[in-house]
């Protein structure tokens, strides 16, 4: 899970970046605070990458993908980019979780014991 979920946060600080540029050509918002907000939502992308199979981890992993969707009210793609991202982090999530499933069951065949039921 950790693989998949950390390749979507990544695609998501490259598309934060590409967004605070867009946003920079908004006369309303000044460049120091497009690049505050963008910095720190690029800072925690790469900090989620680590966190994300600790306790919390994929919850702040969806607040993400909320504040992502949300910021479309500055840079109107971002609706759709912040879907698309949201549809690719519950994938990571899902799948992630199966393929640790079927590793833990593998890796106890090969051990000749039986995967824990938790």
Do not use: N
Request: charged residues 10%; aromatic residues 12%; contains cysteine.
């Amino acid at each position: 899970m950790r693989t998949l979920c950390a390749s979507t946060l990544i695609g998501e600080f490259f598309v934060i970046g590409f967004a605070g540029l867009v946003a920079m050509k908004d006369p309303d918002l000044s460049m120091s605070t497009v690049w505050t907000v963008s910095g720190i939502a690029m800072f925690l992308c790469v900090l989620l990458c680590g966190l994300v199979t600790r306790p919390g981890g994929i919850a702040m992993g969806w607040a993400l993908q909320v504040v992502l969707i949300a910021s479309g009210f500055v840079v109107p793609s971002m609706f759709f980019l912040g879907a698309a991202f949201t549809a690719l982090w519950w994938a990571s999530v899902h799948y992630g979780r199966k393929i640790d499933e079927a590793k833990a069951r593998f890796a106890a065949q090969a051990d000749g014991s039986t995967p824990d039921a938790a």
